[in-house]
């Protein structure tokens, strides 16, 4: 090989190294950029999720989880609702409690009632335990509220 060769084998070692050095560099500079943008997509996500809370706050006078049961106008059964996603597993004995801690007064037999009710409509699910039941929010309204909330898609 003729040295004008070899010199020209030898500059295009040198660009190869540089160029693999530039890629490094850029690549390094990059994943700031892209860790940015990650945070800036979940940003967005959290404000569109608020944006959607505030609109149906705006609609609806509340944001509140009888919302996704429109079947269910009677406020106690609504009430009753609300507590189930409050306090997660409650039986009818804890719920009268709550009830009437909330409006003042509540029978057994009424809150057994609007549990048929809630449970008709889907909204609520009943947990056999050994000697008692207790009922819980389904499974289905939770993904349902999650979702409304923004926080599952």
Known sequence: MTKKVEEQKKEIEELSAKIDNLESMIADMYQPYQEAMGYLAKFNEMASGYMKIIGL??????VSPEMLVPTVKDPIAQEILV????KKELNVSQIAEQLRDRRGSASRKTVRDKLVELEEAGAIEIIDEKKVKKYKVSDELVEQWLKLLGVLK
């Open 57 to 62: 706050y705006q609609k609806h006078g509340k």
């Open 83 to 86: 507590i189930l996603f409050e």
